[in-house]
């Protein structure tokens, strides 16, 4: 079985990009590498065909992630929402535009990433999820970029639990 991750923000140049690059990272030192995929999207197409922001890839490599050439930005569909078991929005206004998008069945699937961050708010059903926003660093400067990352990192090791877990209980 493969389980199928990704993480979304607004051009997918930025936060998305980092977030999918951190959790390959972290599946892969986990041994999940080859039972998850993660990917990533935007809920604009406004950078569409772009690659990851040169300051989000210089903050990646000085802690040590690959940052591959090959990412270009897009906008995700309802047939990708369809498809992947987890989807992983940067702030709450994005789990507003793919709740929009995505057909009921899929709605318990979008989970806010910072959901999985053992330090964030909790926040109860009914209750403004904006608090778990992660930032958006593109009108920043670097530390910007430093503080996205850390948020992503800190709740990386809680979405490879959430998908283990969930591995451990599919059926064949």
Not at 73 to 86: G, I, Q
Request: hydrophobic letters at 40%.
């Amino acid at each position: 079985m493969t389980y199928r991750v990704m993480t979304v923000c607004t051009g997918n140049i930025c936060r998305s990009p980092m977030a999918e690059i951190v959790l390959r990272d972290r599946f892969e030192a986990a041994g999940l590498g080859d039972l998850v995929v993660v990917d990533s999207s935007g809920v604009s197409d406004e950078e569409h065909g772009n690659p990851v922001d040169r300051r989000a890839r210089s903050v990646l490599a000085a802690h040590g992630y690959p940052t591959g050439d090959g990412h270009r930005a897009h906008r995700v569909t309802a047939t990708e929402l369809t498809s992947r078991d987890l989807l992983l929005p940067a702030t709450a206004q994005h789990a507003r535009a793919l709740r929009r998008l995505a057909p009921a069945e899929v709605a318990d699937r979008i989970v806010m990433l910072r959901r999985f961050d053992p330090a964030a708010p909790v926040v109860g059903p009914g209750e403004p999820e904006h608090v778990l926003d992660i930032d958006d660093p593109w009108y920043g400067g670097m530390q910007d970029f430093e503080d996205c990352l850390a948020q992503i990192e800190a709740a990386a090791d809680g979405v490879v639990a959430h998908v283990r877990a969930a591995l451990s209980t599919a059926t064949p």
